[in-house]
């Protein structure tokens, strides 16, 4: 059956090799009014994870909520620098596509965002855990964790302004 | 593989401009990613990106502009981040006026007429039942879908600019009648009879819908027959708050809803659920929170205040006074301001002190932003926002409560109302 260790996505946008801490999101997230683009920030004040930060992280989420608005929050977040490193959702997320397609067309480099593939089923969720380091590989289209696993910084999210 | 017409091939292999050859292929993207097969005419567009988000956006739609591109079916535009034509009584910044006054000029220039509301369903051009078309902005989506019963996705931001340039859509979500049917029947008992006319109470029961929605659509039953469009609209835009809903039946008052077994195209629910007044009383508390009693404005008109709201506003308000410590201001479309300027409800209220604003929404912007005490509003949707937007802190009361207040200058709610 699958490997544990690993989680096979299929990408909605390509991007290149990305490594880096999850931060996994328990409800989803409206960009717009919820992400702080001159930060990267999580300020939606009903979000259970409000304050923080995804910059540099491999975002995990159920998915996107609320506003239509959201590519154009998410667009500046990547345009300004602080976006995460890539964006994973269970069923590809169309506000998520749409912020990145528009970002690579300003010429920024390319955000990969990733879903779980049809083998895979959304179980991928319950192996992917915040603070975790994990690796995307865009050849073998697969999440592994890396050995170093947690990282010291996990539980303070820190924000780089 | 997806079948394109000879014209969307035509956008995509670049023959009728850059524009449209970027536009064809995100749409052609985003219908990959939503699996859809094929690309469908919408009859008019709705753009949510009128108001200034940023740099990178401008820089984005002054490219298409460049190129030269216009509309390909008759486009209106979302609220902008001011009022465009009283600027210089409600933008505190300049660099705002200026950047907001670029963006929309933008779009202007793309062929959008100059319509800047949350409400386009308010305008003349009201789609019929049925018809497809391309609007952004959840609770504008939520209201075609479920109290008109026209179709349209929610069309994100981009996705309708590149909707509104080719007049094309990719065939996914609510444009398949498949996904219309209703899946989840939301029963609501032992609510007092008071509250069933009374429309914050349809908001409260939206913000709960939307917490409930899992992606099937739900169908609610209990919604008396004569329940008015504004009540429906604040269910809809309350639920899109909390949740991705796109569209929700009322069994027995919505257009698609007729019956249950209309609503759920001849199956049985595939669950059934049921809340009761304590989960609006448990909501209610939960979008207030703040623990001032000091209130200073009040925040009316999200999404857009409808003609109705302004004519029970006036009656509310009954000749008194805007309190010399408060400030009122309400928003709402160009074309509801011209309604009520003509039947003289915009005089009335001008005299009681009440600032109407249109073109944007309070929850933009700097008018309410850090202010020490709370702001109280009638609205579920600016409630949710405006904490996070603005940094305010919010009671959600119903409207008698926040004309009770504007006019005393304290607290003024009546609790009992949603007592046992």
């Not at chain 1, 540099?56 to 998915?63: F, H, T």
């Not at chain 2, 981040?81 to 779009?107: G, H, M, W």
């Not at chain 2, 349809?202 to 992606?215: A, N, P, R, T």
Request: charged share 20%; glycine share 8%.
């Amino acid at each position: 059956m699958h490997d544990p260790k690993c989680v096979a996505v299929r990408a909605v946008f390509e991007g290149p090799e990305v490594s880096g801490e999850l931060l996994v999101l328990d409800e989803p997230l409206s960009y717009w009014g919820g992400l702080c683009p001159l930060s990267g920030r999580i300020i939606d004040a009903h979000h259970p994870q409000s304050g923080l930060c995804v910059t540099g992280l491999l975002l995990v989420m159920p998915g996107t909520r609320g506003s239509t608005a959201s590519p154009g929050a998410l667009l500046e977040t990547l345009y300004s620098g602080y976006g995460p490193a890539a964006i994973i959702t269970p069923a590809p997320d169309i506000a998520t596509l749409l912020a990145v397609y528009q970002a690579q067309c300003l010429d920024q480099p390319p955000t990969p965002v990733l879903t779980f593939s049809d083998q895979q089923g959304t179980w991928g969720m319950d192996v992917l855990h915040t603070g975790d380091r994990w690796r995307y590989s865009p050849t073998t289209r697969l999440l592994t964790p890396l050995d170093d696993s947690r990282s010291e910084s996990r539980q303070r999210n820190e924000c780089h302004q | 593989m997806m079948e394109l017409s000879a014209q969307d091939r035509e956008c995509l292999s670049g023959h009728e401009g850059p524009a449209l050859k970027h536009s064809m292929s995100l749409l052609c993207s985003v219908a990959a990613a939503s699996g859809a097969r094929r690309l469908v005419d919408v009859t008019q567009a709705h753009l949510v990106g009128a108001y200034y988000g940023g740099k990178a956006d401008l820089k984005l739609v002054e490219r298409i502009v460049a190129t030269g591109a216009r509309v390909a079916v008759p486009t209106t535009l979302n609220a902008s981040s001011v009022d465009l034509r009283q600027p210089e009584r409600y933008t505190q910044k300049e660099a705002e006026f200026r950047n907001s006054c670029r963006i929309v000029r933008l779009y202007e220039r793309l062929g959008c007429r100059l319509e800047l509301t949350c409400a386009p369903y308010h305008l003349p051009q009201q789609p019929q039942r049925g018809e497809r078309v391309a609007w952004a902005e959840s609770n504008a989506v939520v209201y075609a879908n479920s109290v008109i019963g026209a179709r349209t996705e929610k069309v994100y931001q981009y996705l309708d600019l590149c909707a509104a340039l080719t007049g094309r859509i990719p065939e996914y979500g609510l444009y398949i009648t498949e996904n219309r049917r209703a899946k989840v029947l939301l029963r609501i008992a032992d609510i007092p009879n008071r509250w069933l006319s009374e429309d914050s109470f349809y908001q409260l029961l939206g913000l709960v819908l939307g917490k409930l929605y899992d992606g099937r659509v739900i169908a609610v039953v209990g919604i008396p027959v004569d329940a008015t469009e504004d009540q429906l609209r604040g269910l809809g835009a309350a639920a899109a708050c909390t949740g991705n809903v796109s569209l929700f039946h009322a069994i027995g008052r919505t257009p698609e809803a007729p019956t249950q077994d209309a609503a759920f195209h001849g199956h049985p629910p595939e669950e059934v659920l049921s809340i009761d007044s304590s989960a609006i009383r448990e909501v209610r508390d939960s979008l207030s929170h703040t623990t001032t009693n000091t209130v200073n404005a009040v925040a009316l008109g999200a999404p857009h205040f409808s003609h109705a709201e302004f004519k029970r506003l006036a009656e509310l308000l009954d000749g008194r006074r805007i309190h010399s410590s408060m400030r009122c201001f309400v928003s709402t479309s160009r074309h509801t301001y011209r309604e009520i300027t003509a039947n003289g409800v915009m005089a009335v209220l001008e005299s009681a002190g009440v600032q109407v604003l249109t073109d944007t929404c309070t929850y933009y912007g700097s008018l309410l932003r850090s202010h020490d005490a709370a702001v109280m509003t009638s609205s579920a949707k600016w409630a949710y926002y405006a904490p996070g937007n603005l940094g305010v802190s919010v009671r959600f009361e119903r409207i008698e409560d926040c004309v009770a207040t504007a006019v005393a200058g304290k607290l003024s709610v009546d609790e009992g109302f949603w007592g046992a």
